[in-house]
């Protein structure tokens, strides 16, 4: 049985999203492709240890680890799948796991960058002086509904209910459907991109037709280069999830906001936050977020006549 093989086997048998597939094919094709036509039982702990480290020191620390996580999960798979003629297991101990047993794996420390406040105001006149609406509005969205960038790029019209004010997501990381309230400023944002007629069934729409927009690379760039802050996507989840914990709210409700796994807290099997308990922190988060940014003007006091 040969790695290809296996590999192959794996995915008819795994129910995987198209982007988990596309990224283990990637891994098949470049990082391991001098692999694909030996037999699984040919790839020894020695191999597994030397690649690894050569991985970390050409393409750095954190893809070499991601390549053989997946490699770890496909000899799983080769152990559980695969049987010699005795009918004992084709592969009896998994070679990744030496990466584990001498503690190989590279050390990669969790990215921690954020708008800072004092940096908000000027990127979010960079943002909106963007030529581009669409990459506008899309980091708009990320700002102020806390979605991850592969959740808010494929959105799709049919899931922005304006009467509602709600966005539904179906592909989710954890495979449940999601459903979040909009805050008022998002809802303008939004509704100017449902109401758009552009030909296309998606809310930030490719140049390409029938597509969306990718990671807007060159949009980011122009905001960094115009507000001298620099920043990725995640950063804007960050913010958000952020600005939540300053203004106290439950940390139930920033997880169900940002769609968190709760975890095995019995208390919190208790608690249920329904959308309409949502409206209120999520709005908070908004409100707060353009006052950083200095995107509110000051609310106008007027002297109501009485009888």
């Known amino acids: 049985v040969t790695l290809e093989r296996a590999f192959q086997e794996f995915l008819s048998t795994r129910q995987l999203k198209a982007r988990t597939i596309k990224d283990y094919q990637r891994f098949m094709d470049s990082t391991f492709a001098d692999w694909g036509k030996r037999t699984i039982k040919d790839i020894t702990r020695d191999m597994v240890s030397r690649k690894h480290k050569h991985l970390g020191e050409t393409v750095g620390a954190a ?3 991601q390549a053989f996580r997946f490699m770890r999960g496909l000899f799983n798979y080769c152990a559980a799948k695969f049987e010699d003629v005795d009918g004992s297991p084709l ?9 584990t ?11 921690q960058t954020i708008i800072k406040s004092k940096d908000l105001p000027k990127w979010f006149k960079a943002v909106t002086g963007l030529q581009s609406s669409v990459v506008r509005d899309y980091l708009l969205t990320l700002l102020l509904s806390g979605l991850r960038r592969n959740e808010a790029l494929p959105l799709e019209k ?10 539904t997501l179906f592909d989710t990381k954890n495979n449940k459907p999601f459903l979040i309230p909009i805050s008022s400023y998002l809802h303008k944002v939004l509704k100017t991109r449902v109401k758009a007629k552009d030909g296309s069934k998606y809310i930030f729409p490719s140049r390409m037709k029938g597509r969306h927009i990718t990671e807007p690379q060159s ?24 600005t939540a914990e300053a203004l106290d709210l439950s940390p139930f409700v920033i997880k169900r906001l940002v769609n968190h796994a709760i975890g095995s807290d019995t208390t919190s099997g208790y608690i249920v936050s329904d959308l309409d308990r949502l409206r209120g922190p999520i709005q908070k988060i908004e409100d707060r977020i353009l006052s950083l940014a200095k ?7 007027f002297t109501l006549k009485t009888g």
């Open 63 to 65: 893809q070499a680890n």
């Open 91 to 99: 592969v009896k101990h998994n070679p990744v796991l030496i990466l």
């Open 101 to 111: 047993q001498t503690r190989q794996w590279f050390r990669v420390n969790r990215r």
């Open 158 to 167: 049919k899931m922005i209910d304006l009467e509602e004010r709600t966005i």
């Open 219 to 242: 949009g980011i760039n122009a905001v960094i280069k115009t507000s001298k802050v620099e920043f990725c996507s995640h950063d804007l989840r960050r913010l958000f999830v952020t």
């Open 295 to 301: 995107a509110k003007e000051p609310g106008k006091v």
